[in-house]
């Protein structure tokens, strides 16, 4: 059993916090080992794994996220058998996780909306409001909005910290990687040729006369339609749900994340890593490399 410790700088910080926590856990560290890193991110990034036991302490119960946070690092515990080095399937949400803003919002910002939308949009994302119900309301204050405002927006997307360097590592492991988003077509098919990946899954705006009409094209990507999708993709390579991987930020991200193997939690909502396996809140989307068992790019 070991825990994995990623912190958003070269030198991994001096943790006595979690040390004295250990000791005072009767945990005992067996050994300790450097991880690589993506010679990109080598100026902003290290890892290392603690190998532990313990005759007394439960670590299953133990909240190591919540610990690693005091110490601005990322922690996350795995038994040697989680650490899944045959991962087929890799799916991600999109909007804050591989980008670093929400669709909805930059495009209510264009229609003069912006700070209803985002309120409502943060309502949702913690899981305080019915995804469909805030979804289209949200919707229903872009009417009107001129459709190539859109494509505009989609040329400037700004990426998340690391993106590219998890999707350099799953292309070599031979790993698909496909958006499953609850944002939009015309993005998901931009971030999805910009970064390599092999398949996307997102709402279609209805546009009449070259203006947002207010709605989507059904069916509506939430929630439920994310869970199913992840395993109808992994049906149809004939692999089992333990060897995939999802990634994201809200609560309609939750059910894709418990049913993937590895479900990890990235810069979540409270909601959100309260309940996903894993958590990634300091560093970049390349962390959840650390979590499959081998590591190369």
């Known amino acids: 059993m070991y825990i994995t410790i990623l912190a958003a700088q070269p030198v991994m910080p001096n943790l006595n916090s979690v040390r004295a926590f250990l000791e005072d856990q009767h945990i005992q560290i067996v050994d300790t080992d450097a991880l690589p890193v993506a ?31 005091a110490d601005n690092v990322d922690i996350n515990f795995q038994h040697q058998s989680e650490a899944i080095s045959d991962i087929k399937l890799a799916v991600f949400d999109m909007d804050s996780t591989l980008i670093q803003c929400e669709v909805i919002d930059e495009l209510a910002l264009r229609a003069g909306v912006g700070d209803q939308v985002s309120t409502i949009t943060e309502r949702a994302m913690r899981g305080e409001l019915d995804f469909n119900q805030s979804f289209a309301e949200r919707l229903s204050l872009l009417r009107g909005l001129e459709a190539d405002v859109a494509r505009q927006i989609a040329k400037d997307l700004p990426f998340s910290d690391g993106v590219r360097e998890l999707m350099v590592s799953l292309r070599g ?11 939009f077509r015309l993005f998901a098919e931009h971030v999805a040729a910009e ?17 947002l009409t207010g709605a989507v094209v059904p069916p509506i990507v939430n929630a439920e339609y994310k869970e199913a999708k992840l395993r109808e993709i992994a049906a149809s390579m004939g692999i089992s749900m333990r060897q995939t991987m999802a990634v994201g930020d ?11 193997g590895i479900g990890v ?33």
């Open 265 to 297: 939690a990235f810069r979540a909502k409270p909601v959100v890593r309260s309940q996903a396996r894993y958590q990634l809140s300091t560093v970049g989307l390349d962390g959840a490399l650390y979590f499959l068992g081998k590591r190369r790019g």
């Open 250 to 260: 809200g609560a309609n991200d939750l059910k894709m994340l418990n049913a993937a």
């Open 39 to 69: 010679k990109t991110l080598a100026e902003v990034r290290c890892a290392e794994r603690w190998h532990l036991k313990s005759d007394s302490a439960d670590l299953d119960s133990i909240a190591w996220s919540d610990l690693g946070l």
């Open 195 to 211: 970064l390599g990946m092999d398949e996307f899954f997102a709402n279609t705006l209805e546009v009449s006369a070259g203006l």
């Open 173 to 183: 492991m031979n790993v698909k990687t496909v958006i499953i988003s609850g944002g």
